[in-house]
């Protein structure tokens, strides 16, 4: 067993799963554009969770919005948008996954023990 917990053929299947997902894809690859600390540009694979996103990134996805939605027909009052306003005041501070990380000691005690 790895460190993953898979063996290595389950690794390769995931693999292979997650590259024809890809290829699948019209357009697999993303174009980053970074300017500090300098202007950098290239190209890179697309995250897994663009096809298929965690339970928290849907809950986030769909807060967001139906807030938007709340702002539809209001004038702009300040610097930004009334929407952009609106989901700013609204999910600030909110949290969507409550994914706690094992310590790194806890992993290794229950490896030893299996």
């Known amino acids: 067993m790895r460190e993953s917990g898979l063996t290595s053929s389950e690794e390769r299947s995931k693999e292979s799963s997650e590259i024809e997902e890809y290829l699948r894809d019209d357009k697999p690859f993303q174009l980053v554009v970074r300017e500090k600390p300098r202007k950098t540009v290239f190209f890179r694979a697309k ?3 663009a096809y298929r996103p965690t339970e928290a990134q849907i809950k986030a996805r769909v807060t967001f919005a139906m807030i938007a939605r709340r ?3 209001k004038k702009m ?4 948008p009334p929407a952009a306003e609106e989901v700013k005041r609204f999910m600030s501070g909110m949290r969507f996954g409550e994914t706690i990380r094992e310590p790194k000691w806890l992993k290794i005690l229950k490896r030893l023990v299996e």
């Open 47 to 49: 995250p897994i969770t």
């Open 71 to 73: 702002a539809k027909g």
């Open 77 to 80: 009052s300040g610097q930004m």
